[in-house]
C-alpha cells in the first residue's frame, strides 16, 4: 500500500499489530530480537516510553554540541588527507558522539571496529551467504560487548551518569515491574546506535545533493535554520533509504473494497509515499523550497515511518537524525572547501539500503 490514506491505516493500532511481521533474516542482522520493533498495545507504549524519554530538549542539545565536537575533530585530520571516503569517515564520526551521548565507554583504537559492526547490521539485513552471515556475527558481537556492560552497570562496576541511555536502559523496568533481561536492554540500547551510525547513508545523500544542487547550496551560506530544515527534509524524502515497512492484520476487515484478512502481512510503500503524485508536487524534482510555511506531514514525508511517536512505531530517532545531518550539511557546505573527483554516484532503487557506489570521495580538503 502506499500513499496518505493507506499510510494512516497501517498506523491503526486497532488494524495491525508488528508481533510476528519482522523476517527471521532482518531479525538476525537489522533487529535483534524481543526488541520494541515487535511489541504491541501495552508492552510497547511502555517500552517506546523508555526511548522517548532520551528525546528531551536537553538531551537532544547534548547531541548537537556532541557531533560538533566531533566533525571539528576529524575537519582537522582531513585536511592531511590526499582523499577521504566520506561515508567512512561519518560513520566514525558519528559512532563517537552517539556512544559519548548514550554513556557507552568506547576507546579511541575501538572506533573503526565497532562502527563497522554497527554499519554491518543494516548493511546486510537481506543479503544472503557470507554477507548475511557477517551482520549476524556483527549482532553477535555487539550485543555481547554492550549485553556485558549492561550487568557491569548493574553491578556497579561501570558508573554512567544518570541522564545516559546506558544507565536508563539498564535499569528500566518493563510495565510488569522487572528489570529488562540484560540481552533485550543491550538489543535496545544498539536500537540508539545502530540507527544513529546510519545517518551516514543520509550524510553521503546530503553531500551528493549539495554537489548537484550548487544554487541550494549557497542558500545555506545565510546559515539559516529554515533552510537547513528544508534541505534536510528534502533529502530524506528525496533518496531511498528504508523503502517500506510490515505489519500483520489483527482482525478481518474490508477497506475501500479490499478484504484485509487476519495475520496477513501488508507492506507500506515508504518510498513510494515519499513520492507520492497524489500529494507532492512533481515528487521526482529535489525541491527543498516545498517546505517553506508548510504544515507537518505525518502520514505523507515518511522516510522513519509515519503517524505518533509515543503510540505508534514511530522512529524515536528522527530528531537526532535531522540533527546530525544539519551539522554534517554545514561542515559541508560552509566550513570546508574541496574537490569532488570523477566518481560512481550511482544508487540502486532495490538493494537494501541504497549507497552511493563510490561512498562519495573529496578530495584537497581544507578548512574556509
Ligand atoms: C538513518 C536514519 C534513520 C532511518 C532511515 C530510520 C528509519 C526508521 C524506520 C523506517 C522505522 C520503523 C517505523 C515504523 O515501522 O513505523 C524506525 C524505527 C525505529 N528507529 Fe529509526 N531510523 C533512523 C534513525 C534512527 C536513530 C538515530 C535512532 C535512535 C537514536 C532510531 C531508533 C529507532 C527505533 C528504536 C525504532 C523502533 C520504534 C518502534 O518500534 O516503536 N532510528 N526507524
Known amino acids: 500500500m502506499k500513499g496518505k490514506e493507506a499510510a494512516k491505516l497501517f498506523y491503526d493500532n486497532n488494524k495491525f499489530k508488528r508481533a510476528g511481521a519482522a523476517p527471521k533474516r532482518a531479525q538476525k542482522t537489522l533487529l535483534g530480537e524481543g526488541g520494541v520493533q515487535g511489541l504491541d498495545g501495552k508492552p510497547h507504549r511502555h517500552r517506546k516510553s523508555m526511548f522517548m524519554s532520551m528525546m528531551n530538549d536537553e538531551s537532544l542539545e547534548k547531541m548537537r554540541q556532541l557531533i560538533k565536537y566531533e566533525w571539528e575533530f576529524a575537519a582537522r585530520h582531513f585536511t592531511d588527507q590526499k582523499e577521504i571516503i566520506l561515508y567512512e569517515e561519518s560513520k566514525k564520526i558519528i559512532m563517537r558522539a552517539i556512544c559519548s551521548w548514550a554513556g557507552v565507554p568506547l576507546k579511541e583504537d575501538e572506533v573503526k571496529k565497532w562502527s563497522d559492526n554497527m554499519a554491518a547490521m543494516f548493511e546486510t539485513p537481506v543479503s544472503i551467504g557470507l554477507e548475511q552471515h557477517k551482520g549476524r556475527k556483527a549482532r553477535r558481537d555487539s550485543e555481547e560487548w554492550i549485553k556485558e556492560m549492561v550487568e557491569e552497570v548493574r553491578e556497579g562496576r561501570i558508573n554512567p551518569k544518570e541522564n545516559t541511555v546506558l544507565y536508563q536502559f539498564s535499569f528500566h523496568k518493563d510495565h510488569e515491574g522487572n528489570l529488562l533481561d540484560s ?71 474490508v477497506w475501500n473494497g479490499y478484504k484485509f484478512e487476519k495475520d496477513t502481512l501488508t507492506l507500506l510503500d515508504f518510498y513510494g509515499t515519499n513520492h507520492d503524485s497524489n500529494f507532492w508536487d512533481n515528487p521526482e524534482l529535489f525541491k527543498p523550497d516545498r517546505y517553506i510555511n508548510c504544515e507537518e506531514h505525518p502520514f505523507t ?61 573529496m578530495s584537497n580538503i581544507k578548512r574556509k
Open 183 to 253: 540481552q533485550i536492554a543491550a538489543v535496545e540500547i544498539i536500537n540508539i546506535l545502530r540507527p544513529a551510525v546510519a545517518v551516514a547513508i543520509y550524510v553521503n545523500f546530503a553531500a551528493l545533493a549539495l554537489y548537484q544542487h550548487p544554487d541550494e547550496r549557497k542558500k545555506l551560506a545565510k546559515r539559516d535554520d529554515r533552510d537547513f530544515e528544508a534541505f534536510v527534509q528534502e533529502v530524506r524524502r528525496f533518496y531511498p533509504f528504508f523503502p517500506f515497512n510490515g505489519a500483520k492484520v489483527k482482525e478481518d476487515f
Open 301 to 361: 514525508l515518511i522516510p522513519q515511518g509515519g503517524g505518533d511517536h509515543h503510540t505508534g512505531h514511530r522512529c524515536p530517532g528522527e530528531w537526532i537524525t535531522i540533527d546530525i545531518m544539519k551539522t554534517s550539511i554545514d561542515y559541508l557546505a560552509n566550513e570546508l572547501s574541496y574537490e569532488v573527483p570523477e566518481q560512481d554516484f550511482s544508487y540502486s532503487l532495490v538493494e537494501i539500503p541504497s549507497l552511493i557506489k563510490s561512498g562519495f570521495v
